[in-house]
């Protein structure tokens, strides 16, 4: 499972029952409020994870930055999981 704490943000892996196109959901949420901010989710014509922001959501430089290497994170684990099969 792929969960990680940033500053202002955390990302958590939904349940085992959420998935899309054999992959994981990411929940993006507030470090305060716990609000959910996005999801992270796989895209089939991209062949990568990508982020799906929650309407009327602004981020920092910083914070897209921590979602970018959250995404890098996931890419690397889905491809080190693809080379044991």
């Not at 892996?13 to 409020?33: A, C, D, F, I, L």
């Not at 959910?36 to 989710?41: A, D, Q, W, Y």
Request: proline letters at 2%; charged letters at 25%.
């Amino acid at each position: 499972m792929l969960n990680k704490e940033y500053k202002y943000i955390y990302i958590e892996q939904g349940m085992k029952e959420e998935v899309v196109h054999k992959n994981p959901v990411y929940y993006v949420r507030n470090s305060k409020s716990s609000d959910l901010i996005g999801n992270i989710t796989w895209s089939v014509p991209w062949r990568q994870f990508v982020f799906a922001a929650e309407s009327r959501c602004i981020f920092s430089r910083g914070c897209l930055h921590d979602i970018a290497d959250f995404i890098q994170d996931a890419m690397a684990a889905k491809h080190a999981a693809k080379a044991k099969t």
